[in-house]
């Protein structure tokens, strides 16, 4: 061994690089009886299908060396110089490549394959580019910590007790990769594709998954532990069985039809995620920040949501029965259409929140969590329901009793009518003592379609004047004008007229004497004086909402 400026030079043996050297460009060399080839000048040579099982070749420079099928069983190629160097189909159980600068090499399917006692080593080796390739290799319980692998394909490899702490897999190809039984910490899987991954009995902890492709790949028995990012990741079609994701960073994650049950999101950032017809029954998203999430179509059957911060969230046409949101933040969040029931929003904050159409039967916005058997307990407060809509809501047998903010709890006519025996209903029960109704003139005269949009913008609907009481209502709110547009039309069905609000048909005997054949004129004006008028839509005219 020579020393240079303190720094170890691996002298070459000459009597074994004399046997290299000779058969250089011929491939099939046997270095049983002569193995240290540490430190020799092996560029370009040819091993391929060279018998090699025990021979170190510690700093030597193997770049663009041909190992093709050579056998480099419990090789020593620490610290080898290795750029692309081909060892497709080589057989290197125990190799030891610690340290090693093998950039663009051609691995596939090597057998680098081993036991505990036998294992590869890829230690804080430097492999990555373009051209490096391990597809269809064998990895087997290879030690590839800190090891850089960014750019390689891994198309079809195994990856079984393979330790990849510290590895960074950036941009990397796992396409169709089995990866079972890992353990990695710190691993950086960034802009990696993992399409048609199966991975199981993996734990993950503080890896980064930014920007990973991963769609329709399947989790089974995998655990992300302390903040896993997925920040921006291609989560589309995941399967999950039995997975965690406690504390991950999905933010602006893409999870459409995911799938899974009993998953665990507990302090997940699912902030702007998409969990589009995503089907997670049983999923436990406990303080989530979610934050924009949205679920519109989602399976949540059970889903536990409690302290979730769900500002902005969109649950439209979500499947949400038997939800617990108890102290839930759902300000402005969006409920349109949703179909469910049995839900607990005691404690919760649904200020501003969008309800329309949802069907919320026998949920809880009261002080009590539950059935009153003491279950699901108490918050002390009940959800504060300040400026939500929920027209043409159904609260069938809901809760409301110590509910918050219900003065301007928003419904229509149809909730009311759609609600039966509704515990301490937010509302009035006489419909026409639920409503209140206001007149817009002047600079605000509008077409019937944009007086409809403008009611409806607030909250409110062309007003109803389907009773006596409401049509004084109605005439009051009016004060001095002579008709103003309200809320009957036959646009959809000619010569059948209905109140918009609530789908309820006018009957001819409604209309007085003003009822007449009114082809052309499918709008309705109201006139105290003389009733309902049948006119043209685009005329502009003042309007009455109900609110």
């Known amino acids: 061994m020579l020393l240079t400026l303190g720094v170890a030079i691996l002298a070459c043996n000459n009597e074994c690089f004399k046997i290299a050297n000779a058969k250089k460009t011929t491939g099939k060399h046997d270095f049983s009886l002569c193995k240290d080839l540490a430190g020799c000048p092996l560029e370009g040579y040819n091993f391929k299908e060279a018998t090699m099982q ?61 036991e505990q006692s036998n294992r590869a080593s890829f230690v804080g080796g430097y492999f990555a580019g373009p051209k490096c390739n391990f597809n269809n290799a064998n990895l087997k319980s290879a030690d590839m910590t800190d090891a850089d692998v960014s750019f390689c394909t891994f198309d079809y490899t195994t990856m079984e007790g393979t330790t990849l702490d510290g590895a960074d897999f950036s941009k990397a190809d796992l396409s ?12 950086t899987f960034d802009g990696t594709i993992f399409t048609g991954v199966t991975i199981t009995d993996a734990n993950f902890t503080d ?48 999870l459409t039809e995911v799938s899974g049950e009993d ?28 934050v924009g999430a949205d679920f519109m179509g989602a399976f949540l059957e059970a889903a536990d949501f409690e302290k979730a911060q769900l500002n902005k969230a969109n649950f439209d046409k979500a499947n949400i029965n038997r939800v617990n949101f108890k102290k839930a933040r759902l300000r402005n969040a969006r409920l349109t259409d949703a179909n469910g029931g049995a839900n607990i929003f005691c404690g919760a904050n649904l200020m501003g929140a969008k309800m329309d159409r949802a069907s919320l039967k026998e949920s809880f916005f009261g002080t009590q969590c539950g059935l009153g058997d003491g279950s699901a307990g108490s918050t002390g407060k ?15 047998k809901a809760v409301f009793t110590g509910a918050r903010g219900t003065k301007s709890f928003k419904v229509n006519k149809q909730t009311i009518s759609n609600s039966v025996d509704v515990v301490d209903a937010p509302w ?39 009773s006596t009481e409401s ?21 959809k069905d000619e010569g059948k007229w209905t109140w918009i609000a609530s789908g309820t048909e006018i009957k001819p005997l409604e209309w007085g004497s003003t009822y007449k054949d009114s082809k052309g004129k499918d709008c309705m004006l109201y006139n105290p004086k003389v009733g309902f008028q049948p006119v043209k839509c685009g005329l502009v005219r003042p309007y009455v909402c109900q609110e």
């Not at 189909?89 to 600068?101: I, Q, R, W």
């Not at 169709?176 to 691993?187: F, M, P, Q, R, S």
């Open 263 to 290: 998953l665990d999101f507990s302090g997940a950032d699912i902030s702007n995620a998409i969990f589009h017809k995503a089907k997670l029954a049983d999923t436990k998203f406990i303080g989530v920040k979610a």
């Open 176 to 187: 169709k990769a089995l990866i079972t039984d890992i353990e990695g910490e710190g691993v």
């Open 382 to 396: 009940g959800a504060v329901l300040t400026n939500a809509v929920a027209n043409d809501a159904d609260f069938t």
């Open 54 to 114: 025990g021979v170190i070749l510690t700093g030597a420079n193997l770049n663009r060396t041909n190992f093709e099928k050579a056998d480099l069983t419990g090789a020593k190629m620490d610290g080898v110089t290795m750029a692309d160097a081909k060892l497709k189909g080589a057989v290197m159980t125990g190799v030891d490549l610690t340290g090693a600068s093998a950039p663009n090499c051609d691995w596939q399917s090597a057998s680098i394959n081993g």
């Open 428 to 466: 009035e029960t006489s419909p026409s003592g639920a409503l209140t109704y206001k007149m817009y003139s002047g600079a605000d005269k509008a077409t019937w379609e944009d007086a409809k949009a403008a009611c409806e913008k607030t909250g409110g609907a062309l007003a109803e004047a389907s």
């Open 471 to 491: 049509q004084v209502k109605i005439a009051t709110a009016m004060k001095n004008a002579p008709a103003a547009w309200v809320g009957g039309s036959d646009k």
């Open 207 to 254: 890896c980064s998954f930014r920007s990973a492709k991963m769609y329709g790949i399947k989790f089974e028995d995998v655990k992300f532990y302390n903040g896993a990012d997925f920040t921006g990741a291609d989560l589309r079609k995941l399967i999950l069985a039995d997975s965690l994701f406690a504390n991950a960073i999905l933010a602006k994650a893409d």
